[in-house]
């Protein structure tokens, strides 16, 4: 059984977020969060935000897009309206509040969106500012329109998260940025629409296989995945059961998903069991894109793949994903 493991090493260290990259988004971040700061304490004499880094950014599980713009969520908790929810400004007023504040901080303005405020540093990335309110101890998100202020919790969210990766390990979290990688790329040769990362990030989280390495984990991830979606593609807010996640994707993107993850179980069976290294590496190439590790460049001599434990990698299905 072929052994790719350090070729997926070698992708995970293109598609991550590099040191310099995670270091040039805390400034901005910072520099932001100053702004905000001042725009409350000078504008409107009023008691500054507090701040919640949330998404994928605070639980390490943001990747490199293939076009190169990625964003962060950093969530704007209000300290200034007081605790009696129907006295609370509408979510336009104060969506407005974080609109003025962010004004001006880069070239282009910000956008003001139904859920956050946007900020965009042109070609490079952008910081999505939701925006909350706490009562009973309950945070709510100012949503533009119909919903209005709701009860909505990331900070929860990103505790399970915390959570399943202290008792599954690190190779969870390295999992779900194989699956969103492959699902960046997917997106943009197939011109189609694939689940949130949220939703990516659930249904690894809850069908994930821990194996030795890791093209057998995410292989055993993605047939665990197949096997739960194959009839309907319903994945639900793991804090808030009521919630389905997947209730906004249209019949078109839960079949073009469902279609391309058969896809990646049949390549990912193929993959694991060649005999080679080198034939390996083109399967996944394919499913991955050229930011997959190069298989000209795998020798001979690194074709020595089978390892005396190579069978228990896969336990009851060593032929299959």
């Known amino acids: 059984m072929a052994n790719c493991h350090d070729l997926f090493q070698k992708y995970h260290d293109v598609v991550k977020l590099n040191f310099s990259k995670k270091d040039s988004l805390k400034k901005a971040k910072n520099a932001l969060r100053k702004k905000i700061k001042e725009y409350f304490s000078n504008n409107l004499k009023a008691k500054s935000p507090k701040f919640w880094s949330q998404g994928s ?21 209000l300290q200034n309206i007081g ?32 859920t956050c405020v946007r900020v965009v540093y042109s070609g490079q990335y952008h910081v999505d500012l939701p925006i909350y309110g706490t009562y ?11 919903s209005g202020w709701h009860v909505s919790d990331p900070q929860t969210l990103h505790d399970w998260f915390m959570k399943q990766l202290k008792v ?51 292989g055993r991830t993605v047939k665990n995945i ?70 000209d460049d795998i020798k001979e001599s690194d074709d020595k793949v089978l390892y005396t434990r190579a069978p228990a990698i896969l336990k009851d299905d060593a032929r299959s994903a």
């Open 168 to 218: 599954s390990g690190e190779q969870l979290r390295t999992t779900v940025k194989y699956l969103k990688a492959w699902a960046d790329y997917q997106a943009k040769t197939k011109s189609v629409t694939l689940p949130s990362g949220l939703i990516l990030t659930v249904l690894v989280v809850e069908s994930y296989a821990s194996r030795d390495r890791d093209d057998a984990a995410f």
């Open 226 to 295: 197949y096997q739960k979606i194959s009839n309907a593609l319903v994945v639900y807010n793991p804090i808030d059961k009521t919630e389905i996640l997947t209730e906004r994707l249209t019949d078109k993107q839960k079949k073009d998903f469902t279609k391309l993850l058969s896809e990646l179980l049949n390549s990912a069976n193929k993959a694991l069991e060649q005999q080679t290294k080198k034939e390996a590496c083109k399967i996944w190439r394919k499913e991955f894109g050229d930011r997959f590790p190069c298989c």
């Open 57 to 77: 950014y605070a639980m390490g599980t943001i990747v490199n897009p293939i076009d190169g713009e990625y964003d962060i969520d950093d969530g704007e908790y």
């Open 136 to 146: 009973n101890k309950e945070h709510y998100l100012a949503e533009k329109g119909e």
């Open 83 to 114: 605790t009696i929810k129907d006295k609370w400004p509408t979510p336009q007023t104060v969506h407005k509040w974080i609109y003025d504040a962010a004004k001006g901080h880069t070239k282009e303005d910000p956008i003001d969106k139904r």
